[in-house]
T-cell receptor, first 115, second 119 residues
């Protein structure tokens, strides 16, 4: 069974631009979560989606948004990029929301560099 | 809000030896999940072990075991018979339970501990 697939693996953007990252969960998984990983702030939760609905949201500005499609694939968008948005963005999927007998499976991440 | 603290930025161990990684957390909740994740250079986060707070018995997974001290809010990971492939960044993480009793997909992570394994 294929794992969580994130595309692209690397991305370079300039300040002020917007970016869209994609995540394809493991087949059959219906919940997707997104995390930002930086050396300074560590791993921080962005949002969680289940059945196309945002179930939980982290403490990030409105420039960060996401969505989930009917096939459970998810995208996150960052508008008006800032240098501080440079990070590794990790996507994780699970069969159902949360951890009850359904642990998160992470992808390899998208490395975003903002110049 | 919950916080997770890993006080050891780096640890090292000799191959075949045992090492313990420390983690403390702060929460006012009585039911929750705790995790240890491993992140090798490939960047993929891999679940090592999981502990449900309502279970008093410490979780074990092959060479990996935890020492869960609920009253002290401590959750350490012991790696026995360390192998070169254990070298990675290790993260301790916390997950709340929702009102309905199911847990959230939101994890609160510690800052991580880099583990080096010497041959």
């Amino acid at each position: 069974k294929a794992g969580v697939t994130q595309t692209p693996r690397y991305l370079i953007k300039t300040r002020g631009q917007q970016v869209t990252l994609s995540c394809s969960p493991i087949s059959g998984h219906r919940s997707v979560s997104w995390y930002q990983q930086t050396p300074g702030q560590g791993l921080q939760f962005l949002f969680e989606y289940f059945s196309e609905t945002q179930r939980n949201k982290g403490n990030f500005p409105g420039r960060f948004s996401g969505r989930q499609f009917s096939n459970s694939r998810s995208e996150m968008n960052v508008s008006t990029l800032e240098l501080g948005d440079s990070a590794l963005y990790l996507c994780a999927s699970s069969l159902l929301p949360g951890q009850d007998n359904s642990p998160l499976h992470f992808g390899n991440g998208t490395r975003l560099t903002v110049t | 809000a919950q916080t997770v603290t890993q006080s050891q930025p780096e640890m090292s161990v000799q191959e075949a030896e045992t090492v313990t990684l420390s983690c403390t957390y702060d929460t006012s909740e009585s039911d929750y999940y705790l995790f240890w994740y491993k992140q090798p250079p490939s960047r993929q986060m891999i679940l090592v072990i999981r502990q449900e707070a309502y279970k008093q018995q410490n979780a074990t997974e092959n060479r990996f075991s935890v020492n869960f001290q609920k009253a002290a809010k401590s959750f350490s990971l012991k790696i026995s018979d360390s192998q070169l492939g254990d070298a990675a960044m290790y993260f301790c993480a916390y997950s709340s339970l929702s009102v309905g009793g199911t847990s959230y997909g939101k994890l609160t992570f510690g800052q991580g501990t880099i583990l080096t394994v010497h041959p």
